[in-house]
């Protein structure tokens, strides 16, 4: 039996209990022997995030630590060129045996934005697609996206075989928050815990990040 490695990208500005109770929730369901969460470096989609790299790293360093099958990937912030999804593939592809499994797990936004991404036709090449709900987004796929979900989509997640070429909506606590939210509530001087782990609003508050003042 291979290895089941999923992995999570984001910008993580910051890392908050929407990705890691979905992270670890998604890891339970499917059995994964890890879960990958990557920071972007560059996101290409994206406005310049607020805090250095450094940072965002360090804050999903401390979100996760002892907390298996959740680790840190630091590939694409190791990188010096953009942060293409289909890279970090390639890249953990070639690292596996050939029947293991590799999950890209995706939120519902960031999956409907996935016809905008660097080569994102050859992404099944690589994984399988998880797609977690988001309470508050759209319910309707971009047109862009039919096609591929009828021809791709499997109705269980647990049915997923082979090491790539599938997608499927996973079910997980529905948690409406966001990195933006959390921005907007330090900026205004409000509290944010419980959004994210003590560890994280330790680190948040030490190196005085997010404040209005920054
Ligand atoms: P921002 O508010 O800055 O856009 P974000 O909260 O969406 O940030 P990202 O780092 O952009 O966080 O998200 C990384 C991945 O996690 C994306 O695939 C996103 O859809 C997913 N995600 C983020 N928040 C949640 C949540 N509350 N529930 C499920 N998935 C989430």
Redesign the pocket.
Known sequence: MGKRIGL??????P??I??LR?ALEVADALGLDELRLTPNARPPH?DTPQVSPLDRLAMVQCAVAGISPLVVDDRELKRDKPSYTIDTLELTRAELAADDQLFL???????CGLPTWHRWEELLQHCHILV???PDADSEPPDALRNLLAARSVSDPQALTGPSGNIAFVW?T????????I?QLLASGKSVRFLVPDAVLAYIDAHGLYRASN
């Open positions: 999570l990208g984001g910008t993580f500005d890392v908050h929407g990705h979905s994206r797990l995706l939120g519902w936004d960031a999956f977690l709900q988001r997980q529905p948690l409406a928050v966001s990195a933006t939210q921005r």
